[in-house]
């Protein structure tokens, strides 16, 4: 192997990111002999560092956390980047050699070889990234109110009790008059932690609907369909960053993982569970307005009577497809109504009611 500090002009850069230290395998295009292999801080840094004097190649990242700034270092150094697809890269998962080292150099052959075997994702920019940061952030804040809920709830249980009915935004007013007075000293702290929990979130909320109004005015056509608020909308428009990325609408649903998988041989097809591909908050934001379209409160229009017959037709898993099913249907009327900007007509297209039960 030869060691060298600068690259030529046709060379491929594997680099497997860590948190501290991240590893490069230098590919020469020509031979596919290794150049150089070397590790660097994994700052900003100390990538422009030890890259900026480098020519410029093609550089692999696998996507993670560390992907998006590097990706956009990268880039602005000018080195052309592609990032990895980590679901679709089984030849660095399934090594039984892994290591920083050894994944380093399979990215970069998988790039020299044929840039399509990695299955290539974009990153969003720094501002998508800011954004959608602040929906991500909400969403732990709700994930952790709905914890400290179910504490109390289960708290009170245990000494005998039934907890009233609330909503989150109401539970801890109504349940502190009703708690017992032995769990008092432990569960009244944790009711004011609720509070400031549902303060934050209302804090996000108005954020959200400013960006929402002023930043991406596209989010008001989505929230036509009833049960796609201010959070669903933005983080469709963001998740997917561009309207016109996708050919047809109906590819938005494969997208977000929201399709069966498919494991066809000869005259099997077994009937298989979604892929889960794609962003799983965006994933689960869609299966909850689903939920309310399909729920006591859902009104009347083509998504939910779609959900209706697929329940009318199954057995006990009937309802967690039709939810799914819609999902699926809403992610590719959301893109249809963001790239047409059409007034959305609730019942266009539907189908017929089912009978009523005898």
């Given at each position: 192997m030869i060691e060298s500090t600068t690259?030529?002009?046709?060379?491929?850069?594997?680099?497997?990111?860590?948190?501290?230290?991240?590893q490069a395998c230098v590919?020469?295009?020509?031979?596919?002999?290794?150049?150089?292999?070397?590790?660097f801080e994994s700052t900003v840094s100390g990538l422009e560092r030890r890259f900026t004097k480098m020519d410029r190649g093609l550089v692999v990242l696998e996507a993670g956390g560390h992907s998006p700034w590097a990706s956009r270092a990268f880039?602005?150094?000018g080195f052309r980047v592609i990032v990895a697809n980590p679901r679709k890269v089984r030849a660095i998962a399934t090594s039984e050699r892994k290591s920083d080292r050894v994944d380093a150099e399979t990215l970069a052959r998988l790039g020299r070889a044929d840039e399509r075997l990695l299955h290539p994702i974009q990153h969003r920019d720094a501002r998508h990234q800011e954004h959608i940061g602040v929906l991500r952030a909400r969403d732990q804040v709700v994930h952790v109110r709905t914890a400290m809920i179910n504490h109390v709830r289960g708290r009170a249980k245990s000494a005998g009790m039934r907890l009233?009915?609330?909503s989150a935004e109401a539970?801890?007013?109504?349940?502190?008059?009703?708690?017992?007075d032995a769990l008092r000293p432990a569960l009244e702290p944790v009711l004011d932690l609720i509070r400031q929990a549902t303060a934050t979130i209302r804090t996000f909320d108005k954020q959200v609907a400013k960006l929402g109004e002023d930043t991406y005015p596209e989010t008001q056509v989505l929230q036509q369909v009833h049960g796609?608020?201010?959070?669903?909308?933005?983080?469709?428009v963001l998740v997917l960053g561009d309207r016109d990325?996708?050919?047809?609408?109906?590819?938005?649903?494969?997208?977000?993982?929201?399709c069966p998988r498919v494991h066809q041989s000869g005259d099997i097809n077994p009937q298989l569970s979604i892929t889960k591909a794609g962003d799983r908050f965006l994933r689960r934001l869609l299966v909850g307005s689903a939920h309310y379209i399909l729920g006591p409160f859902g009104p009347d229009c083509t998504l939910r009577r779609l959900g209706k017959r697929l329940m009318e037709r199954g057995a006990g898993n009937a309802k967690k497809r039709a939810v799914v099913a819609?999902?699926?249907?809403?992610?590719?009327?959301?893109?249809?109504?963001?790239?047409?900007?059409?007034?959305?007509e609730p019942l266009r297209g539907s189908p017929p009611l089912p009978p009523n039960p005898t």
């Open positions: 690259l030529t002009p046709i060379a491929t850069i594997g680099i497997d990111l860590g948190d501290r230290t991240s590919l020469d295009n020509a031979s596919g002999d290794v150049i150089s292999r070397f590790g880039t602005r150094l009233p009915d609330a539970f801890a007013d109504k349940a502190a008059p009703a708690l017992p796609v608020g201010p959070v669903t909308s933005l983080a469709f990325r996708f050919r047809h609408s109906r590819d938005v649903g494969a997208y977000l993982g929201l819609v999902a699926r249907q809403l992610a590719v009327l959301l893109h249809h109504l963001w790239k047409t900007g059409e007034v959305y």
